[in-house]
């Protein structure tokens, strides 16, 4: 059993496709968002009462 000569094939690129944007990666960085703003009203009301 021979090997293909790599010298005349030529090289082939495989570029995946991109997937489209699902409603559930919508879903996950609004709840991610939310998670961040929460944590900002967090720091804050510990900001309040640590003075």
């Known amino acids: 059993m021979s090997l293909p000569d790599s010298t005349l094939a030529s090289p082939r690129s495989?570029?995946?496709?991109?997937?489209?944007?699902t409603v559930y990666t919508v879903m996950l960085v609004l709840s991610l968002l939310?998670?961040?703003?929460?944590?900002?009203?967090?720091y804050l009301e510990w900001q309040r009462y640590a003075q």
């Open 14 to 21: 495989v570029v995946p496709q991109k997937s489209p944007t």
């Open 34 to 42: 939310a998670v961040i703003v929460g944590l900002v009203f967090l």
